[in-house]
């Protein structure tokens, strides 16, 4: 069975820090990226950032550039994203998504990695994540 579960979520203060993990099971590791994506309420889904387990390579929203890190332990199946710097604007609900890496170079090669989150086949629950001011 595959899973993406979240955690790491919370609320903080702007200006403060989280890190955010995806625990992923069920499928070969390093065939896929993971990619992760917010939504706010009312607002659309937005993509945050990617990395390919393949090789590393690293992908950010420009939104996030400089205050998320997204990293990735092979050993433990993880990917974490380091969330600094947050600001209120940053509150949503976290998800993280498996995309097969054909399938990411497709996307890579039409113009981002986030341009067809359908394209990603796994999805988890998400998690909370809320910056007051």
């Known amino acids: 069975e595959v899973q993406l579960v979240e955690s790491g979520g919370g609320l903080v203060q702007a200006g403060g820090s989280l890190r955010l993990s995806c625990a992923a099971s069920?499928?070969?590791?390093?065939?896929?990226?993971i990619g992760w994506f917010r939504q706010a309420p009312g607002k659309e889904r937005e993509g945050v950032s990617c990395?390919?387990?393949?090789?590393?390579?690293?992908y950010y929203a420009d939104s996030v550039k400089g205050r998320f890190t997204i990293s990735s332990d092979h050993a433990k199946t993880t990917v974490y994203l380091q969330l600094n710097s947050l600001k209120p604007e940053d509150t949503a609900v976290y998800y993280c998504?498996?995309?097969?890496?054909?399938?990411?170079?497709?996307?890579?090669?039409?113009?981002?990695?986030?341009?067809?989150?359908?394209?990603?086949?796994?999805w988890g629950q998400g998690t909370q994540v809320t910056v007051s001011s």
């Open positions: 998504a498996a995309v097969n890496i054909p399938s990411l170079d497709r996307l890579l090669y039409g113009s981002s990695w986030d341009r067809a989150p359908k394209e990603y086949e796994y």
């Open positions: 069920g499928f070969t590791f390093d065939d896929y990226a």
């Open positions: 990395i390919s387990n393949n090789d590393d390579s690293t």
